[in-house]
Nanobody, 122 residues
Framework: QVQLVESGGGLVQAGGSLRLSCAAS????????MGWYRQAPGKQRELVAG???????NYADSVKGRFTISRDNAKNTVYLEMNSLKPEDTAVYYC????????????????WGQGTLVTVSS
């Protein structure tokens, strides 16, 4: 069974920083894209940042210049460094990854973490 386990959420004051981590475990043969979504109360889940298997990153306009996504492929782990946090960044942050649990033929599935709450106080 494959799973994603997130950590690093918490309460921080506006202007502060947090670092989220997400580790993939289980019978994973290959990992392609990894990323972070968030869902604020009463709102739809939205993409925050993504990282392709080739190393390309993309960000939501609202976090560009403040958030940085990075990966440690050897550890199958993705990070989200969040700086200059704002109250509007308050949400549950979800990690996601596209993984294949078999070598050939590759068969990818999208998996999700359980979410970690980030609360930014004003």
């Amino acid at each position: 069974q494959v799973q994603l386990v997130e950590s690093g959420g918490g309460l921080v004051q506006a202007g502060g920083s947090l670092r989220l981590s997400c580790a993939a475990s289980g019978n994973i043969f290959r990992t392609e894209g990894m990323g972070w979504y968030r869902q604020a109360p009463g709102k739809q889940r939205e993409l925050v940042a993504g990282s392709t298997g080739g190393g390309t990153s993309n960000y939501a306009d609202s976090v560009k210049g403040r958030f940085t996504i990075s990966r440690d492929n050897a550890k199958n782990t993705v990070y989200l460094e969040m700086n200059s946090l704002k109250p509007e960044d308050t949400a549950v942050y979800y990690c996601t990854a596209r993984v294949s649990t078999r070598p050939a033929p590759l068969q990818y599935v999208q998996i999700w973490g359980q979410g970690t709450l980030v609360t930014v106080s004003s």
